[in-house]
């Protein structure tokens, strides 16, 4: 079993920065791909970025593409999402998930979740 928490959302202005953090209780962690998805209001759920579990790899979303880093600390079985430059189009809530995906986007092969933590930009 994986438990995920996500934390570090909150409400800015364009152009300014959010760290995002994910928690997990799970032993499995330092074997499981971590990814950031987010969901804005009517809105399907949008993968973000991924990292392996060795973080060796990672892909982004062409929208966050050089403006976020996703990043993982296996011995405290934490990962975070560095998010800079942010625009109002980044506004939603942003889910860490965990688990084995063949195809990283694809957001019904992560096996874990969290509860999500919003994240509002403002022009």
């Known amino acids: 079993q994986q438990q995920l928490v996500e934390s570090g959302g909150g409400l800015v202005q364009a152009g300014e920065s959010l760290r995002l953090s994910c928690a997990a209780s799970g032993r499995a962690f330092s074997e499981q791909a971590i990814a950031w998805f987010r969901q804005a209001p009517g809105k399907e759920r949008e993968f973000v970025a991924t990292?392996?579990?060795?973080?060796?790899?990672?892909h982004y979303a062409d929208s966050v593409k050089g403006r976020f880093t996703i990043s993982r600390d296996n011995p405290n079985k934490k990962a975070y999402l560095q998010m800079n430059s942010l625009k109002p189009e980044d506004t939603a809530v942003y889910y860490c998930?965990?688990?084995?995906?063949?195809?990283?986007?694809?957001?019904?092969?992560?096996?874990?979740w969290g509860q999500g933590t919003q994240v509002t930009v403002s022009s």
């Open positions: 998930a965990a688990g084995y995906p063949d195809a990283y986007t694809n957001v019904d092969l992560y096996d874990y």
């Open positions: 990292i392996t579990w060795s973080g060796g790899t990672t």
